[in-house]
């Protein structure tokens, strides 16, 4: 009998094809059951890479030379979503993976994760936002390992040449902006700077992109004072060519022609992670934290480092013991002092604190456990949503669209994406 097989599925068998050759370029990396002393190994990947994956390494190598019955091999990759993913479908997943919230929440939804068993862990004794992070359709798909939130970072030079104190209220910070137009050089404060600040600054006036029941909110009131306030504010004081000017002027966000860290920008909202990265790049940078004063007290963003079990692994209560083992809090305390982050345990020891490269990290810490401290909505579409907000504050800082009519098309796009 004759079977046709129309374009599409020709498509389809291709890609599963495709996905299976790949896939088994990882087996002989993975399918290695026991070492010479007849223990068995689980197989971990992470993607920290340069001085974040050194402490990481140490620990895993810290876990091996103690008697747990098992051994952790470790292994760092690029392009992780792509590489675990393409591993799951060829049935070749490493029993361990490291995810961000973002990752989970679309891994979980592709039915790509085992559910953790929280028996293993007290959870009373981690910050609950962490947790609810990863946390779909009442079932824990990672745990949170590493967590972070974002905060206001000041130039205290640039703050000092204008004469001006810490930012307490939004209309300090205009004043600010308004100060360094006066004198002809880069403003202080920048509303394009950085990419993502589009994304997190409707969580100062107390919006979210996702309502309370779970409907798209683009275009709330909330988001609209936030975005109007930038537009306002700040936008309409400068000709759009030269807002652009600046901006297309930043070098790699890694590197010494950062804006931040060349000394041109002086007021911006970053993550746990900007205190290191300044001190490697622009080393005499004098930096304050503080939380960012919006229309809500202490609101933030948070961000996770997640470790996850992904489907149909050979070792899962290995995969869980290990988990355990690096969830402890000195080995936890260890990696964030080593990468300059925080755990997303609610009290740290005093040893952390004191030996702590960041002498902000309180404040991390505190914002974190804030009733106002959010996370980007959970939904498959997040990084297209994510992209769209970023493409509707463009038009606004261009002046192509007035904020109005920017979260407006964006509202109309997101339910259409949706469906």
Same mark, same amino acid.
Do not use: M
């Given at each position: 009998m004759k079977v046709n097989i129309n374009e599409s599925q020709k498509n389809i068998f291709l890609l599963i094809a495709f996905l299976i050759l790949i896939a088994s370029s990882f087996a002989f990396e993975l399918i290695k059951p026991k070492n010479k002393d007849n223990k068995t190994i689980i197989s971990f990947w992470h993607y920290w890479s340069g001085t974040e994956k050194e402490p990481i390494e140490a620990l895993v190598e810290k876990f091996n030379k103690e008697n747990h019955g098992f051994k952790v091999e470790i292994l760092s990759i690029s392009m992780p979503r792509k590489k675990i993913l393409t591993a799951i479908v060829g049935n070749v997943a490493p029993d361990l993976v490291h995810l961000d919230g973002d990752m989970v929440t679309d891994f979980a939804l592709r039915n790509a994760l085992q559910e953790i068993d929280m028996s293993y862990f007290e959870q009373n004794e981690f910050i609950p936002i962490f947790l609810d992070a990863l946390n779909i359709n009442n079932k824990q798909w990672a745990f949170p390992f590493l967590g972070g939130s974002e905060a206001m970072h000041l130039n205290k030079s640039l703050l000092n040449k204008y004469q001006l104190e810490t930012p307490k209220t939004l209309e300090d910070i205009e004043i600010a902006f308004a100060k360094s137009l006066e004198t002809g050089d880069f403003p202080i404060f920048l509303p394009s700077w950085p990419s993502w600040f589009s994304e997190i600054l409707p969580f100062y006036f107390g919006g979210n992109w996702i309502d309370g029941e779970g409907k798209i909110s683009a275009n709330s009131k909330e988001n609209l004072e936030a975005w109007q306030w930038i537009e306002k504010k700040f936008i309409s004081k400068i000709p759009a060519d030269k807002i652009m000017s600046f901006s297309e002027g930043f070098g790699a966000y890694q590197s010494p022609d950062n804006p931040f860290y060349s000394g041109k920008i002086g007021i911006e909202v970053n993550g746990v992670w900007e205190k290191n990265l300044a001190s490697i790049y622009a080393k005499d940078l004098d930096v $304050?934290?503080? /939380?960012?004063?919006?229309?809500? $007290? =202490?609101?933030?963003?948070? @961000?996770? #480092?997640?470790?996850?079990?992904?489907?149909?692994?050979?070792?899962?209560?290995?995969?869980? =013991? *290990?988990?355990?083992?690096?969830? =402890?809090?000195?080995?936890?305390?260890?990696? /964030?002092?080593?990468?300059?982050?925080? !755990? !997303? @345990? =609610? %009290? %740290?020891? $005093?040893?952390?604190?004191?030996?702590?490269?960041?002498? *902000?990290?309180?404040? *991390?810490? #505190?914002?974190?456990?804030?009733?106002?401290?959010?996370? *980007?909505?959970? &939904?498959?579409?997040?990084?297209?949503?994510?992209? $769209?907000? @970023?493409?509707?504050? #463009?038009? &606004?800082? @261009?002046?192509?669209?007035?904020?109005?009519e920017a979260l407006d098309q964006l509202q109309e796009t997101m339910l259409e994406i949706s469906e």
């Open positions: $304050e934290i503080a /939380a960012f004063p919006g229309k809500v $007290e =202490k609101a933030t963003l948070i @961000r996770v #480092d997640s470790l996850a079990i992904p489907k149909n692994t050979q070792h899962k209560k290995e995969a869980l =013991k *290990f988990i355990q083992w690096l969830a =402890k809090k000195e080995n936890a305390e260890y990696i /964030a002092l080593a990468q300059k982050k925080i !755990t !997303t @345990r =609610k %009290h %740290h020891s $005093e040893c952390f604190f004191r030996e702590h490269e960041n002498k *902000f990290i309180s404040i *991390f810490i #505190d914002l974190a456990q804030s009733p106002n401290a959010r996370y *980007f909505p959970k &939904v498959s579409y997040s990084n297209r949503y994510k992209k $769209e907000i @970023r493409v509707a504050y #463009d038009k &606004v800082i @261009r002046k192509q669209l007035s904020a109005k």
